[in-house]
C-alpha cells in the first residue's frame, strides 16, 4: 500500500489525459465545448443557481413518477410502461375537476384553493384504482406467465391509455378550453398558482425582493416541498407500518412471504393503488407547474421516470427520488450551457456511463445473483 | 361435433375478413383459411389413414367454405352498397368465390389428410407446400392486384429483425430495449455508402455486409462495457442507447472538431499557435432531410430492382430470411447456442461448468445486432430513404413484440408473430379503419337526423383516433389469451404447463430465471 | 343423411352466386377517373389535414364529380400516408401509397403530400409512371423543386425521367424564411434568438430567415435546435434571457411545427421573459394553426405572429370568399389557412382534365394531364391568379402576417 501510494501511477495520469484529450476533441460536436461552457459560467454564475433551480423542480416531478415505478418494479419486477400514461391522466383528471367545479374562471383565493385541494384528492384517489385496475385486468393473470409477457401487456395498456387521453382532450364541453381543434395537440392547463397569488396581492417570486437576478417561484418551492413531502411519508409508511412492512417481505421473497400468511394479492393491490394515487399527484403538480395537458406527455416523462429510477438503483425509494433530481438537473444544464437538442441523449447518456460504474445504480444493493 | 364447431367459426372470421377487403380477397383469404383450418384440424386428429382423415375432415370444410363464400356473396350484395362502393365486377365475383370456396376446401382436407401420414413424410409435404404458396403468393397477389406483396415484404423486414432480437432475448435471455439502434446503423450505413449525398455508390450487394458488419461491431462496442450488467439494468443501457442512437442520426449536421491542444491548451499559456480544424460544419446525417434517394440493388438477368416491382423485392427478402434462418438454426444447434441457453437458465452454474458468460453473452449480441444490419440494409435500400424518426423507441418495442407475441426463443414462433402483428398493423387495423368511416358516413350518419347527436358522433367515432387502442387492446388480449406466444417454445412451454401441476406451482424460482436470464 | 346435406349445401352455394353476380354485376364504368391524396391523417396534422380533405371533397362536389361535360366521373380517395406505431407519416406507408397509385391506371392525379420528405420519396416513383402529376398543398422544402447548393444533384435525382411532374400550389421555404426575418425587422428589433425542431420544414424556415437576417441587419443571437418532445424548456428560456449581452433579445424567431412542442415553447418563454410584447414570438405558418392557440392558452399566446404563405380569408378573391362560405356552411368554422391550398390543388388537377378534354386529348392519358398542369398559366383559383413555373413553383410569393388576438389569429398584413 505504502509503495502504491508514493509511485505515481503514470498509467492512470495517462488515461486520464488522453481521456480528457478526447472530451475536448469530441465534446464540442455533442455541444460539450468545455471553454465555450466555461466562459458561460464566468460570464453570469448566478445563472447556474437558475439552473439549479430549475433542475430541482423539475426533478421533483419525475421523482414522484419514478417512486411509483420503483414500488411495483421492486415487488413484481415488472416495467409498468403504463405508469407514465398514469401520471398523464392524472393531469387530464385535474384539469377536468378544476373546469367542472368552476375553479378556472374563479379569482376568490378560498375558492381556488378549495379547488385544487378537491382536484389533487381526486386526481389521487382516480389514478389510484386506475392503476389498481390495470393490474387487475392486464397483469394479475400473467403473474406466473413467461415474465417478458407481461411487459407486453403493459405496452399494450399503455397504448390503451394513451388513446383514452387522446379521447378525453376532445371533449369540449367538460373543458372549455379545449377548445374544437381535436384531442390531438397539446392542450393550456390554466396557471391557477399564478392566478392565486395574484389575487392575494404576491408576487410569485420569492426572491424579487431580494434584488439578485434570480427567480424562485412559488410554484418551484411547492413542487420541491411537495415531492419531499410525499416521498417522507412514503418511507414512512413503507418501513413503519404494517402494509409497508408486507410490502418490502413481498419485495424480498414472494413465496416465503405467503407461507407467513401475508396476503399477496391485497399487497400487490396497495402497491399499485400507492404508485397510482403519486401519478395522479405528479399529474397535478406537472399540470400547474407547465401548464400543459397532453396526451403524449405520460411517454417521456415515463422514460425518464424509469431512467430515474434506475439510476437511483431500482427498488430503492431514496434513490428513485435521488435518480429524478438528477435527471432534472442534468437536463437543465445541458439546455443551458450546452445545447438543448442534445439532452435528451445527454441524460441517458450519462445513465449508461453511471450503471458501468455501478452496476446497480446510485443506492442500489448489490443483490447477488439471486436465483 | 368438435371439428364443426373450429370450422363454422374459422369460417365466420374469415367471411368477416372479406367485409374489410372485398373484391379479390376472398380468394386469397379461403386458401389461407384453409391452410390454417386444415392443419389446426390435423394437429387435433389421430394420425390415421390420411383418405379416411380427408373423408372425416370433409364436411367441415365445406361447411367452412360455403359459411365464408355466403359472406362475401353477402358483402358484395348489401356491405359494399353500406360503405357507398361500387359491388364488384361480375367477373371478379364468379372467380374469386370459386376459387375462395375452392381453396378452402381443398386446403383444409389437404392439409389435414397429411397428417395420416407418417411424422417425417407430413412435414416434407408440408414444407413442399409452403414452399409453393410462398412462391406462388405474390403472383397471385399481382393477378388480383390486392397489393399485398408490399406490406408482406415489410411484415418480413421485421421478421428479420425479430429473429436477430430473439438470439439476445430468446437465447440469451438479455432484455434489449434498444435493438432498433442496429436497424437504424445498418441502414443508415447503406444510405451513406450508396446514395448522392456523400457522392459514395457502392454496389448494394457489397453494401449489405457491410451493414450488417457495421450493426455487429456496434453491437460488440455496446455489449462489451454492458454486460456486466443484470437483467433490467441491462434492459434499461439497451433503451439509453436506443435513445441516443436517433438523436445522433438527427443531430449530426454540423460537426466541427477543432485540435484541442492547439485551439484551446496552448493559447491558455499564452503560446501562440495557429488553431488545427480537422473538420468544419461538415454533414454527415443530414438529419431530419433524410438520405435520398439510396442506391437499389441490381442482377444481371432482372436488371434493377424497382420500387414498383415488389415480386424482385420479396425474393430477396425471402432468400434473406432463409439464409438467417438457416444460419440461426445452426448457431442455435451449436455449442454456442447451447451456451447461451445454459447462460439464460442459470448463470452461474454456466460459469462453472466452463463457459466464459462474457464471450457468450457479447456474441449474442454482436451476432443479434449482425440480422438487423440485414434488415436496416434491404429497408434503406427498398425505400430508398431513411429518416431519423423511423427508428425511435416504438419501434424497438414492436420488434420485442413480435418476438414475445409470436413465442419467444422460437424461430417459426417470430416468423408468425412478425407476420401477424405487422398485418394487423399495416392491413388489418387500416382495413378496418376504412371499412368504418365508410360505413359510418354512408351508412350511420345519414339515419341520425338529430344534427346534435349526428356531430357528437362523427366527432367521436372517427376510427381514425381509435387506432392506438385497437392496437394496445390486439396486444393485451393476446397475452390474455396466450401468454407463452403463438408458437412458444417447447421449454417454455414445458415450465408453463407442467403435467399435472397446478399452474402455480410453476412459478418456482426455476421459470423466472430461465426467461430473466 | 351426409349425401343429402352435401348436395343441399352445394345448391345453396351455387344459387347465391349466380344470385349475387346478378345483383352485384354492375361493372365498374371505364369513363372514371381517379384522383387520390396521401396525407397523414394522425396526431396533431389530423386538425389541418382533415381540413385539406374536406376542401378537396367540397370541390369535387361542386363540379358534381364530373368531368369534361359529364363525360367522365371523377372519384377522390384519401390516403393515410402515417402509422400507428410512429404515430406520424411512415417512410414506408407514402412509398406503398405511391406505389399503388402508379400501379392504378385509373388514377391521373396524386395530390399530396403533407411533409416533404414523404415527398422525396414519393416523386421518384410517380415520375417513373407515366409520369403521374403529384400536385402538394403543403410540401415547402425549396430542395423538392429547385437545386440545393449544399447538395448538388439530388433534386435532379428525384425525377428520374428528366422531366418534372411535381408542383406545389404553396410558396417554398425560401420566401417564407426571407419576408420573416423583412418582417421581424419591420417590427423594431434589432437582435432575435432562431429556435428550431430540427425538422425538414422547421429547420429549413429558420436557416433561411438566419440567413437573411444577416443580410438585412438583424443580428442573430443565437440559433439553437430543440427537442421536440422535452416537458418544459425553463432551462434554455433563462439562457436565453441572458443571451444578448445579460438581457433578453428584442425577438425570438422559431421554425417549428405545432406538434414540436411549439405551445410549451411559448409559456416557458412568457414565464422567463414576459409577454410577447417585451420580447416576440414570430413563427411560420407551421404554428399558425388554431391548435397553437389551444396548447399555450389565449392570454399567453396573445400577440404571437405568424406568417402563411398567400393572402388572409378575407382578402381571397372572389372564388377563395365562395369556398370559405361554402366550406363553412358544410363543416363548420374554419380557421386552418392550408384547407384552401387544398381547395387549389383539387381545382387544379380539375382544371387540368378540362384542358385535355378541350384540346381532344384523353384525360386517362397521365403525361397529358401532367402537361396540362405544367401549363397552367394565369390560372384563376381560390387563392388569386398565379401561373406555375418550369419546375412546378407557384407564380404566388404573397406572405400574410397574422396575430393572436383574443384568443384567435388575426391578419395584420399582407407581405411580398
Keep these: 500500500m505504502e509503495t502504491a501510494r508514493k509511485k505515481f501511477n503514470w498509467r492512470r495520469f495517462a488515461i486520464a489525459t488522453l481521456v480528457l484529450y478526447i472530451v475536448f476533441l469530441i465534446g464540442p460536436i455533442v455541444g460539450l465545448d468545455i471553454p465555450v461552457v466555461y466562459a458561460a459560467i464566468k460570464a453570469n454564475p448566478l445563472q447556474l443557481v437558475q439552473f439549479l433551480i430549475i433542475g430541482i423542480s423539475n426533478g421533483a416531478i419525475v421523482a414522484i413518477i419514478a417512486l411509483g415505478y420503483t414500488m411495483v418494479y421492486g415487488i413484481i419486477e415488472l416495467i409498468n410502461f403504463a405508469h407514465g400514461d398514469v401520471y398523464m391522466i392524472g393531469v387530464f383528471t385535474s384539469l377536468t375537476v378544476l373546469s367542472v367545479t368552476g375553479t378556472l374562471e374563479s379569482k376568490d383565493p378560498v375558492k381556488i384553493t378549495l379547488g385544487l385541494i378537491l382536484a389533487l384528492v381526486i386526481a389521487i384517489v382516480f389514478c389510484a384504482i386506475l392503476n389498481a385496475a390495470i393490474e387487475r385486468l392486464a397483469y394479475r393473470r400473467l403473474r406466473n406467465a413467461p415474465r417478458l409477457a407481461p411487459l407486453i401487456s403493459a405496452i399494450g395498456m399503455s397504448f390503451i391509455i394513451e388513446n383514452i387521453g387522446l379521447m378525453w382532450a376532445a371533449q369540449a364541453w367538460l373543458v372549455p378550453s379545449f377548445g374544437t381543434t381535436g384531442g390531438a395537440s397539446q392542450k393550456v392547463f390554466p396557471d391557477m398558482l399564478g392566478i392565486l397569488f395574484a389575487s392575494l396581492g404576491w408576487n410569485i417570486n420569492l426572491l424579487a425582493s431580494s434584488g439578485l437576478a434570480l427567480r424562485l417561484t412559488i410554484k418551484d418551492l411547492l413542487v420541491i416541498v411537495l415531492a419531499v413531502v410525499l416521498m417522507t411519508g412514503l418511507y414512512l409508511f413503507v418501513q413503519r407500518t404494517r402494509l409497508g412492512k408486507a410490502m418490502r417481505a413481498t419485495a424480498q421473497n414472494r413465496d416465503a412471504a405467503k407461507m407467513l400468511g401475508i396476503d399477496i394479492d391485497r399487497v400487490i393491490t396497495a402497491t399499485f393503488l400507492i404508485g397510482g394515487g403519486l401519478a395522479g399527484a405528479a399529474g397535478l403538480m406537472a399540470g400547474l407547474y407547465n401548464n400543459t395537458a397532453w396526451w403524449f406527455m405520460g411517454f417521456r416523462a415515463g422514460l425518464q421516470s424509469f431512467t430515474a429510477a434506475v439510476l437511483g438503483g431500482i427498488g430503492n425509494i431514496t434513490g428513485g427520488m435521488l435518480g429524478g433530481f438528477l435527471i432534472g438537473l442534468l437536463a437543465s444544464f445541458s439546455d443551458g450551457y450546452l445545447n438543448a437538442r442534445w439532452t435528451n441523449a445527454l441524460v441517458f447518456a450519462t445513465l449508461v456511463l453511471i450503471l458501468l460504474f455501478r452496476p446497480t445504480g446510485l443506492l442500489g444493493e448489490q443483490t447477488g445473483q439471486k436465483a | ?517 | 343423411m351426409n349425401k343429402r346435406f352435401f348436395v343441399v349445401l352445394s345448391v345453396l352455394v351455387i344459387a347465391s352466386m349466380a344470385l349475387a353476380a346478378c345483383g352485384g354485376g354492375g361493372g365498374g364504368a371505364s369513363s372514371t377517373l381517379k384522383i387520390v391524396s396521401s396525407l397523414p391523417m394522425t396526431g396533431s396534422s389530423l386538425t389541418q389535414t382533415q381540413t385539406i380533405v374536406n376542401a378537396m371533397q367540397l370541390r369535387l362536389e361542386q363540379v358534381e364529380s364530373k368531368a369534361c361535360g359529364g363525360k367522365y366521373t371523377i372519384e377522390y380517395e384519401a390516403w393515410d400516408d402515417a402509422s400507428a406505431a410512429l404515430g406520424q407519416w411512415d417512410p414506408a406507408i407514402e412509398t406503398e401509397n405511391a406505389n399503388k397509385a402508379a400501379a392504378d391506371a385509373s388514377i391521373i392525379a396524386y395530390l399530396g403530400t403533407f411533409n416533404s420528405g414523404a415527398a422525396k420519396l414519393s416523386i421518384p416513383i410517380l415520375n417513373q409512371a407515366g409520369p403521374l402529376t403529384m400536385i402538394s398543398p403543403a410540401n415547402t422544402n425549396p430542395g423538392l423543386t429547385k437545386a440545393d447548393k449544399d447538395l448538388p444533384g439530388v433534386t435532379d435525382s428525384y425525377y428520374p425521367t428528366g422531366s418534372r411532374s411535381y408542383s406545389r400550389v404553396v410558396a417554398a421555404d425560401d420566401i417564407q424564411g426571407k419576408v420573416a426575418a423583412n418582417f421581424v425587422k419591420s417590427l423594431g428589433a434589432t437582435t432575435v434568438y432562431i429556435l428550431d425542431d430540427q425538422q425538414l420544414y422547421g429547420k429549413g424556415v429558420a436557416d433561411v430567415f438566419e440567413a437573411t437576417a444577416a443580410e438585412i441587419g438583424l443580428t442573430v443571437v443565437g440559433h439553437e435546435g430543440i427537442d421536440p418532445k422535452a416537458a418544459d424548456y425553463k432551462a434554455l428560456m433563462t439562457k436565453i434571457s441572458t443571451s444578448n449581452d445579460g438581457g433578453a433579445p428584442d425577438a425570438i424567431y422559431v421554425g417549428m411545427v405545432v406538434d414540436s412542442n411549439a405551445s410549451q415553447l411559448l409559456k416557458d418563454k412568457v414565464a422567463i421573459m414576459g409577454d410577447n410584447e417585451t420580447v416576440k414570438f414570430v413563427g411560420p405558418d407551421g404554428i399558425q394553426t388554431q391548435a397553437f392557440i389551444d396548447g399555450a392558452g389565449a392570454d399567453v399566446a396573445a400577440g404571437v405572429y405568424a406568417s402563411v404563405a398567400g393572402v388572409p380569408f378575407s382578402e381571397l378573391p372572389a372564388a377563395g370568399k365562395k369556398f370559405v362560405t361554402d366550406y363553412e356552411a358544410k363543416y363548420g368554422p374554419l380557421t386552418e389557412p392550408y384547407s384552401v391550398y387544398g381547395y387549389e390543388t383539387m381545382s387544379v388537377a380539375l382544371r387540368a382534365i378540362e384542358d385535355v378534354c378541350a384540346a381532344g386529348g384523353d384525360p386517362t392519358d397521365r403525361a397529358a394531364i401532367n402537361s396540362a398542369v405544367f401549363a397552367i398559366k394565369n390560372f384563376d383559383g381560390a387563392l388569386g391568379t398565379w401561373s406555375f413555373d418550369a419546375n412546378g413553383d407557384t407564380s404566388l410569393t404573397d406572405m400574410s402576417f397574422y396575430q393572436v388576438q383574443g384568443g384567435a389569429y388575426v391578419a395584420v398584413g399582407t407581405f411580398k
Design chain 2, 1 to 517: 361435433m368438435k371439428i364443426m364447431r373450429s370450422g363454422i367459426t374459422f369460417g365466420i372470421l374469415a367471411g368477416l375478413l372479406t367485409f374489410l377487403f372485398g373484391g379479390w380477397s376472398v380468394a386469397i383469404i379461403g386458401s389461407l383459411m384453409g391452410v390454417g383450418l386444415g392443419m389446426g384440424l390435423g394437429n387435433g386428429l389421430e394420425r390415421k389413414d390420411p383418405l379416411k382423415i380427408a373423408k372425416d375432415v370433409a364436411p367441415t370444410a365445406l361447411v367452412a367454405g360455403a359459411i365464408l363464400t355466403l359472406l362475401s356473396l353477402y358483402q358484395n350484395g348489401f356491405v359494399q352498397d353500406a360503405i357507398g362502393k361500387q359491388p364488384a365486377q361480375l367477373n371478379v365475383v364468379i372467380f374469386g368465390n370459386l376459387f375462395g370456396f375452392l381453396g378452402a376446401v381443398i386446403f383444409t382436407t389437404l392439409l389435414a389428410g397429411l397428417h395420416g401420414l407418417p411424422e417425417k413424410e407430413e412435414l416434407k409435404w408440408k414444407m413442399i407446400l409452403l414452399a409453393l404458396l410462398v412462391v406462388a403468393f405474390p403472383f397471385i397477389d399481382k393477378l388480383t392486384a390486392l397489393r399485398w406483396t408490399a406490406q408482406i415484404i415489410f411484415a418480413l423486414i421485421f421478421v428479420i429483425l425479430g429473429l436477430g432480437l430473439n438470439i439476445v432475448v430468446g437465447y440469451a435471455g438479455l432484455l434489449d430495449l434498444g435493438y432498433a439502434a442496429f436497424f437504424a446503423i445498418g441502414a443508415y450505413t447503406t444510405g451513406m455508402l450508396s446514395s448522392p449525398v456523400h457522392g459514395i455508390h457502392i454496389n448494394f450487394w457489397i453494401v449489405i455486409w457491410i451493414a450488417a458488419g457495421m450493426a455487429a461491431i456496434w453491437g460488440f462496442m455496446l455489449g462489451a462495457p454492458t454486460l456486466p450488467l443484470r437483467g433490467d439494468y441491462l434492459a434499461i443501457v439497451t433503451l439509453g442507447f436506443g435513445e441516443i442512437v436517433p438523436v445522433l442520426f438527427r443531430n449530426l449536421i454540423d460537426i466541427t472538431i477543432k485540435e484541442p491542444l492547439t485551439c484551446w491548451i496552448l493559447p491558455m499559456f499564452r503560446i501562440k499557435t495557429s488553431c488545427i480544424i480537422l473538420v468544419e460544419h461538415y454533414d454527415l446525417t443530414l438529419g431530419e432531410k433524410g438520405i435520398s434517394p439510396i442506391g437499389r440493388p441490381s442482377l444481371p438477368l432482372i436488371g434493377e430492382f424497382e420500387s414498383s416491382n415488389p415480386i424482385t423485392w420479396y425474393f430477396l427478402i425471402i432468400a434473406i430470411i432463409l439464409l438467417s434462418v438457416f444460419v440461426i438454426r445452426r448457431l442455435r444447434d451449436s455449442r454456442l447456442g447451447r451456451s447461451w441457453m445454459a447462460i439464460r437458465e442459470d448463470e452461474l452454474a454456466a460459469a462453472q461448468m466452463g463457459i466464459d458468460p462474457v464471450k457468450t453473452k457479447l456474441a449474442a449480441f454482436a451476432l443479434g445486432a449482425t440480422f438487423s444490419g440485414f434488415a436496416g440494409a434491404f429497408y434503406a435500400a427498398y425505400i430508398s430513404g431513411i429518416f431519423p424518426s423511423v427508428f425511435e423507441f416504438s419501434t424497438s418495442i414492436i420488434i420485442l413484440c413480435v418476438v414475445i407475441l409470436g413465442g419467444i426463443g422460437n424461430i417459426n414462433g417470430v416468423i408468425v408473430g412478425g407476420l401477424v402483428l405487422m398485418m394487423a398493423d399495416r392491413l388489418f387495423l387500416p382495413a378496418l379503419k376504412d371499412f368504418l368511416a365508410s360505413l359510418l358516413t354512408h351508412t350511420v350518419l345519414p339515419s341520425i337526423s338529430n344534427p346534435v347527436v349526428q356531430l357528437a358522433v362523427k366527432d367521436n367515432t372517427n376510427p381514425i383516433l381509435y387506432r392506438f387502442l385497437l392496437f394496445g387492446l390486439t396486444l393485451v388480449i393476446m397475452m390474455a389469451v396466450r401468454p407463452e406466444g403463438m408458437i412458444p417454445n417447447a421449454q417454455v412451454r414445458a415450465e408453463l404447463h407442467p403435467d399435472d401441476e397446478p399452474v402455480i406451482e410453476a412459478e418456482t424460482p426455476m421459470t423466472k430465471k430461465a426467461i430473466k436470464g
